[in-house]
């Protein structure tokens, strides 16, 4: 089983490293210009001058900080407005339609907006990713919250459990498994938040810096933030599936 | 007076026929009764009601002369499914009705470790439920509802997924420690042979209401030699034909 798993680890690189080439030698032998598709050296030239010269750090922290930002007030916010509403049905009924509404409108659409209300920069971003962010969580917290066994609800009752403690010692360890699900979700959505934020509302960090380089017609550029866009998706990607997999390691652990 | 005395109960959920009629029924201190029926009979309806989880709209049901209001530490309740917190280790599961009361104290988890010794779980006090069988994970149960020293054991078909062997096992364990601490139980079950091994009394019951009443005087302690002695054939034809003149 490990070795097959190690097997298929180097099958991906060999195919990376076999699709690089094949695009190095097609964007030299069919003479495209840097400007329509640069070649893969080209790219990692530019990505390594603006790491060493630490022209892409502050834009690099600048995004990472919004995305953290965003995605823990988002996730908060829509952590407490799911239990909130999972606990009142009157709170729901009440508030409902509201958060619909809220999540059919895209939120890019609201950026100028913000932009209007918050200025142009760090805060317009943060919200519009906490916005983003918000909901996968509340719907997630409410359903997994709702769709607790009712047998294990009569045991507590049984056991004279008051709401807290059927709350906090039941719904909530017994909804994590849903709870995390959701805050993998809006991990991905928050990337894509920060970045698209940052395109109209910003003028620092990875989303300015593609539209800059569009501007400057510097392609290389282009791709060497793209490149640091995903590596930054996947850290964040990978630290919540290691987070969630070690908080659910009772709910898992069968041997 | 009996222990728990139930007298002309009746339930219905709102706009279904009734699903518990007419019960009158006493259980004395320290017997073992069994409630069989066809699924559907209102047995677990009936279950309820003497836990306090639901409340008759005719008659009244009391325990120790004061009617059964809302459910306390008086009772232990064995629900179908072992209903274990899989987050929590098995020692902490055992001790759940505890830890919702107050943090537990050294001797109350000296007492939960004894139980599940008792029940042959000592090694696996630190693992998740997830890791054990399910014989095992119905074992913790009965210990989690074991640890508050219940007077009275209300179990609602709590082997009924188990295989054959394990369940014998289990009903062995039970009449033990239910014997050793002198508590009274009420099971609710439809294996025919588990009610007349475990009960003192079989109350058949269909359509709501209790239909025969059947006394088990087979001696007791009862082993697996008890399973095929005649007296426990009889026992049983009898309880069938209780149940096959209802469908009739």
Not at chain 1, 51 to 58: Q, T
Not at chain 1, 138 to 156: D, G, I, K, Y
Request: hydrophobic residues 50%; aromatic residues 8%.
């Amino acid at each position: 089983m490990n070795t097959k798993l190690l097997r298929m680890r180097v099958g991906s690189l060999v195919l990376l490293a076999l699709l690089l080439l094949a695009w190095e030698w097609a964007a030299r032998g069919f003479g495209l210009s840097a400007l329509v598709l640069p070649a893969p050296s080209v790219i990692f030239k530019s990505l390594w001058n603006g790491l060493a010269s630490g022209y892409f750090w502050p834009h690099v922290r600048s995004t990472g900080s919004e995305l953290l930002l965003g995605l823990a007030i988002g996730c908060i916010v829509g952590f407490a407005s799911g239990v909130i509403m999972s606990e009142s049905a009157f709170l729901r009924a009440l508030l409902m339609p509201y958060v619909v509404v809220s999540q059919v409108i895209p939120k890019l659409a609201l950026m100028p907006l913000f932009i209007v209300w918050f200025g142009f920069g760090m805060t317009s971003t943060v919200v519009i990713t906490a916005l983003i962010c918000f909901f996968p969580l509340m719907e997630n917290t409410l359903t997994s919250l709702q769709q607790v066994e009712p047998q294990r609800l009569e045991l507590f009752r049984m056991l004279g459990a008051t709401r807290r403690q059927t709350l906090l010692r039941l719904k909530l360890p017994a909804g994590l498994p849903g709870i995390l699900a959701g805050l993998r979700v809006a991990v991905v959505l928050a990337l894509v938040g920060a970045v698209v934020g940052e395109f109209i509302g910003a003028n620092r960090g990875l989303g300015a810096l593609v539209i800059a380089s569009q501007g400057m017609m510097d392609t290389p550029l282009m791709f060497a933030v793209l490149v640091l866009i995903a590596v930054l998706g996947m850290l964040v990607y990978q630290a919540t599936l290691a987070l969630e997999k070690w908080l659910l390691l009772p709910y898992t652990k069968v041997s | 007076m009996s222990f728990l005395a139930m007298q002309q109960v009746g339930f219905t959920f709102p706009g279904w026929p009734p699903v518990v009629r007419q019960i009158d029924w006493d259980i004395e201190k320290g017997e073992f009764h069994c409630l069989v029926g066809r699924s559907g009979c209102g047995k677990t309806t009936l279950l309820k009601l003497a836990a306090g989880l639901l409340h008759p709209d005719e008659g009244r049901i009391a325990l120790h002369g004061m009617d059964v209001l809302a459910p306390g530490p008086e009772l232990g309740f064995v629900f179908q499914s072992p209903t274990l917190l899989e987050w929590h280790r098995v020692l902490d599961n055992v001790l759940l009705p505890v830890s919702l009361q107050h943090r537990p104290t050294a001797g109350e988890i000296d007492k939960a470790q004894q139980l599940l010794a008792q029940l042959g779980l000592a090694s696996h006090a630190r693992h998740y439920p997830r890791q054990l069988s399910g014989g095992q994970q119905s074992r913790v149960a009965l210990a989690r509802a074991l640890i508050l020293e219940p007077s009275l054991l209300l179990m609602d078909e709590p082997f009924a997924a188990l295989d054959a062997i394990t369940r014998e096992e289990l009903q062995d364990d039970l009449l033990q420690m239910c014997r050793s601490r002198r508590t009274t139980v009420l099971f609710v079950t439809h294996d025919i042979a588990e009610a007349v091994y475990l009960a003192d009394r079989v109350a058949v019951m269909d359509a709501g209401r209790i239909v025969q009443d059947i006394r088990v005087d087979i001696g007791k302690p009862r082993t697996t030699a008890t399973r095929y002695s005649e007296a426990f054939a009889r026992h049983c034809s009898q309880v069938r034909a209780a149940m096959d003149k209802v469908a009739a």
